[in-house]
C-alpha cells in the first residue's frame, strides 16, 4: 500500500486556541495510523500563499487520512482551530511505497 501525505498549510491567528487544537490533533492523527513528516518546521516559500506554519503526515491509506478527518476526536480538536487559524489543508496518495527507516 503506498500511503497518503496529509498536507496543511496554516496561518495562526490565535496562537492559544490553535494549541488546544494541536493538543487534541496530534493523538486523533495517530489513532488511525497517522505520522508526522515534518509539523512547524523551517521552510522556504517559492510560489503562492506563505502560511508560516506546514504540516506534513503520513497514513496508510487515502482512506485512513480521510477517516481521520471526519472523525469525532478530530473534528473535537478542529473546532479549536476554526477562528484560530487560517488552513488549507490536502490529502495526496502516494505514487509508491513509502518507507520510514
Given at each position: 500500500m503506498a500511503g497518503a501525505f496529509w498536507i496543511a498549510h496554516v496561518k495562526v491567528l490565535d496562537a492559544e486556541a490553535y494549541g488546544k487544537y494541536a493538543e487534541g490533533?496530534?493523538?486523533?492523527?495517530?489513532?488511525?495510523?497517522?505520522?508526522?513528516?515534518?509539523?512547524?518546521?523551517r521552510y522556504v516559500?517559492?510560489?503562492?500563499n506563505d502560511r508560516a506554519?506546514?504540516?506534513?503526515?503520513?497514513?496508510?491509506?487515502?482512506?485512513a487520512?480521510?477517516?481521520?478527518?471526519h472523525s469525532d476526536d478530530y473534528q473535537a480538536a478542529l473546532?479549536?482551530?476554526?477562528?484560530?487559524?487560517?488552513?488549507?489543508?490536502?490529502?495526496?496518495?502516494?505514487?509508491?511505497d513509502v518507507s520510514f527507516g
Amino acid at each position: 500500500m503506498a500511503g497518503a501525505f496529509w498536507i496543511a498549510h496554516v496561518k495562526v491567528l490565535d496562537a492559544e486556541a490553535y494549541g488546544k487544537y494541536a493538543e487534541g490533533a496530534g493523538p486523533a492523527i495517530a489513532k488511525h495510523g497517522g505520522r508526522f513528516l515534518a509539523r512547524g518546521a523551517r521552510y522556504v516559500q517559492l510560489e503562492g500563499n506563505d502560511r508560516a506554519r506546514n504540516v506534513v503526515a503520513w497514513f496508510p491509506s487515502l482512506e485512513a487520512a480521510e477517516t481521520c478527518y471526519h472523525s469525532d476526536d478530530y473534528q473535537a480538536a478542529l473546532a479549536h482551530a476554526k477562528g484560530a487559524s487560517e488552513r488549507d489543508l490536502v490529502i495526496v496518495e502516494a505514487m509508491e511505497d513509502v518507507s520510514f527507516g
